[in-house]
């Protein structure tokens, strides 16, 4: 894997999100991590006064526009004495809205990956950080790390991939992941999230596809009956001592038919393992 990209915020959780990067950078041999601040001003904000009545002038705006920039830059400083002298740590900086800047980023850059920071604050309904890190997380095209709070940076040796076995075929994302990107090789917990028990354990056909979909990886099959996928997916997780969780593309990824308060909340809920949602 050679680039990274990381949104920052610099409100919330941010220098939990560069620890967790820089250990997974030395492990994954990372070569380049991009620090990306947008400081976008919308109209309302340049046109409308403050709470307390004062309305910010053009000189004000580019001071605090330079103050982001040298704590980001002093950010990148601080990753930068973690990480080994082979990974190049750049900032970047736009003055569109975050969605938009990480969309033009990954065009000009063309990193292999999204990291993002999941703090309390997307408890709240109509959190501005939780809507953007799920509208990231849907549209990126490029797979998303989300990484809750609490979570600190541990080698990536055991990893839960939620599945349909209806929709086996989705599997096949790990299998390019795991050729491109060079990966770690981790012990993969594949779990059949299936209610009605259409799928047995010992299907022969189910047994086949698995074998092809997932060739160079070591796994183990589970089952649970749980009729709330997110909250049978994180009791497995929390219950069999895994570093990863990853959500396979499509309708028939965990994530897919959840509204965007509830994508947010089972992110954030997940104390300790980080989401990756593959494309």
């Not at 190049?88 to 990954?106: G, M, Q």
């Not at 939780?130 to 490029?142: F, K, M």
């Not at 209610?195 to 979909?213: D, I, P, R, S, W």
């Amino acid at each position: 894997m050679k680039t990274i990209l990381i949104p920052i915020d610099l409100i919330g959780d941010t220098e939990n999100v560069l620890q967790y990067a820089a250990g997974f950078a030395c492990d994954v041999h990372v070569e380049h991590i991009i620090l990306l601040k947008s400081y976008y001003v919308s109209v309302y904000e340049q046109v409308l006064p403050t709470p307390d009545f004062v309305q910010l002038s053009n000189e004000e705006v580019e001071e605090h526009r330079q103050i982001l920039e040298a704590n980001l830059k002093a950010l990148a400083a601080k990753m930068q004495k973690t990480c080994t002298h082979t990974v190049k740590i750049e900032t970047a900086f736009s003055s569109l809205p975050l969605l938009r800047a990480v969309h033009n980023t990954v065009i000009e850059k063309q990193p292999n990956m999204v990291m993002m920071g999941s703090d309390s604050s997307t408890h709240e309904p109509g959190s501005y950080l939780g809507e953007q890190l799920v509208a990231v997380g849907r549209t990126s095209p490029v797979p998303v790390m989300v990484i809750p709070e609490n979570a600190s940076y541990q080698k990536i040796e055991r990893v839960l991939v939620p599945c349909d076995f209806s929709a086996i075929s989705r599997l096949s994302a790990l299998k390019g992941f795991h050729a491109k990107q060079r990966w770690p090789h981790p012990h993969l917990l594949v779990l059949n999230v299936d209610a009605k028990h259409h799928f047995h354990a010992g299907n022969k056909q189910v047994t086949e596809n698995l074998a092809e979909m997932l060739e160079g990886y070591a796994y183990d099959v589970h089952h649970s009956s749980d009729a709330d996928i997110v909250r049978g997916v994180l009791a497995f997780a929390t219950h069999n001592d895994v570093q990863l969780i990853i959500a396979l593309p499509g309708q028939y990824s965990f994530f897919y038919n959840l509204t965007h308060r509830n994508i947010t909340i089972a992110i954030t809920l997940n104390a300790t393992s980080p989401v990756l949602i593959l494309k």
